[in-house]
């Protein structure tokens, strides 16, 4: 299967039981001013779950774009490297709002798997939360998987809470067994030693409980039974291909090799040039997703927040092809090749074509005209680092080369790491708190959404705005185009009375 069938083989399933198929949200969530991103397919039903939200349906399925990068907080260095690793994936799911609960979610499961996918059954093997005896017994004996193929694990592997208290419940997770040749007797002590032998395909979470105090220990004590039960499942799309697609890397798989086929076309690379170096490929490959999805979604390259984060990925998928050689800009080819795999499943990408490659161009551009003098600052600082005996730069260097130079920190840690060199990050944040605090920018990783609060309730008590708000299309571009009239302008997180050109 190629990846749009796994995709569409997962919605189709699920539809026939009953689900209606949603669209994938935003990655900017609408409902949850405290998230960076939307990182998980759960996201747009939260308040569902919550009971602060009423659908017209108890039973959804989707695909959801995700990113699961935060700031420098993040596993970014990984990708390329690692098999795995991404910034932006897409999570297929399926979740019940007070409908079914874990027999059917549990039978559902298994039969997407082993009959749809086909996969093998004895190369499938599941944990659960060592106290819940109510999934151990579906899967024994309603599914009728061998006890040999089920590991009881604790609640850092399969509980999961939303918070300290409020909603959670035990989840179950499904495994793919990489090396099935080493046995069943050694399944249980490999999936307790999670010593690389599976790969987890799919997580099963019952949302079984409200939690009414802290409870660290998970003694169940303080765990009331919700009155409607949920569930919410995970499957990361990537994962899955590669599983079904017989390959040891998810970037061996159709949704990164389109990509980096078309990357190699534009950078005239020969086949043994690009095998060595498959990293830069692979990150070249994995941020030109990332940003053509944000960039698509609303959010351009600039210095804080959800804005820094595209500019980064431009940045240091930039510098790494500059790594190979390449001089020009070339990142608006391979969005080309991202929007031409993924546009049927996500039309925005295909209707703001020209706002991605032209964005994403206008960064290249500028990155290259200051990399030189930022790249020439960091040599002096590393320069001064040998003549003091420091292996260490020191948090406000690196705040500089970023504030100053516009190089992001976390190029400034690949240049750094490449060399055997560390970086000071606590340093660092206390400089960039610094900054902010005299700058009076309270914007970084997360934006202060007060100010449109405000406006919102302020605007309703005038009467100007109707209770459910104005409408409002997040990839309908055209509409900077449109009459309209201007209720309020916000600018940096605060409000303005007008603005000047280009601003």
Not at 56 to 82: F, W
Not at 185 to 199: G, K, Y
Not at 393 to 407: D, K, N
Not at 467 to 495: H, M, W
Request: aromatic residues 10%.
């Amino acid at each position: 299967m190629n990846s749009d069938q796994v995709r569409q083989t997962y919605l189709d399933f699920f539809a026939s039981k009953g689900h209606a198929i949603v669209s994938s949200s935003p990655l900017v969530p609408g409902n949850d001013p405290t998230l960076l991103f939307t990182n998980a397919g759960m996201v747009q039903f939260k308040d569902v779950f919550l009971g602060m939200d009423k659908r017209d349906y108890s039973r959804a399925t989707s695909s959801q774009k995700c990113m699961r990068i935060s700031g420098k907080h993040n596993d970014l260095e990984n990708v390329g490297p690692s098999q795995r690793h991404h910034t932006f994936f897409e999570m297929l799911g399926n979740f019940s709002f007070g409908d079914y609960f874990k027999e059917d979610a549990i039978a559902y499961a298994w039969e997407l798997l082993t009959e749809h996918y086909k996969l093998p059954i004895d190369r499938l093997a599941v944990t659960i939360f060592e106290k819940d005896d109510e999934s151990y017994d579906i899967w024994v004996n309603q599914v009728g998987l061998d006890p040999k193929r089920i590991t009881r694990l604790g609640p850092k592997d399969n509980f999961w809470q939303m918070a300290e208290v409020g909603p959670c419940g035990p989840n179950s997770e499904i495994h793919w067994d990489k090396y099935p040749e080493r046995g069943v007797d050694d399944i249980i002590p490999s999936l307790q030693a999670d010593d690389n032998r599976f790969l987890e395909i799919w997580n099963l979470v019952f949302m079984q409980f409200n939690r009414t105090q802290a409870d660290p220990d998970h003694t169940g004590d303080y765990d009331d039974p919700l009155p409607a039960p949920g569930v919410d499942t995970g499957m990361g799309l990537e994962r899955m291909v590669s599983v079904m697609q017989g390959v040891p890397s998810n970037y061996d798989t159709d949704l990164f090799m389109d990509i980096m086929d078309a990357t190699q076309d534009i950078l005239k690379h020969q086949d043994a040039f690009r095998e060595e170096n498959y990293v830069a490929y692979r990150v070249i490959a994995d941020h030109t997703r990332a940003v053509t999805f944000l960039i698509a979604d609303g959010v351009t390259p600039g210095s804080d927040g959800r804005s820094y984060i595209a500019r980064m990925l431009i940045r240091r998928a930039w510098r790494f092809a500059h790594k190979m050689g390449v001089e020009q800009p070339f990142l608006s080819g391979v969005a080309g090749a991202v929007i031409d795999k993924m546009s049927a499943i996500y039309p925005e990408t295909r209707r703001n074509e020209d706002m991605i490659k032209a964005t994403i161009e206008n960064e290249e551009q500028a990155f290259i005209r200051t990399m030189d003098q930022a790249v020439g600052v960091f040599e002096g600082i590393v320069s001064d680092m040998e003549n003091e005996k420091r292996d260490q730069m020191a948090g406000e260097e690196a705040f500089l080369l970023r504030a100053t130079y516009g190089l992001p920190f976390e190029i400034t840690r690949d240049l750094l790491q490449e060399r055997g060199l560390e970086l000071d990050e606590v340093g660092y944040d206390a400089a960039m708190e610094e900054h902010r605090r005299i700058s009076g920018d309270i914007a970084d990783d997360f934006e202060d959404v007060s100010v449109y609060q405000d406006l919102l309730a302020n605007l309703r008590r005038a009467g100007t705005l109707p209770e459910d708000g104005v409408a409002y299309d997040p990839y309908d571009y055209s509409r900077f185009n449109q009459e309209t009239t201007v209720l309020a302008i916000v600018k940096d997180g605060a409000k303005v009375d007008s603005l000047e050109q280009d601003e």
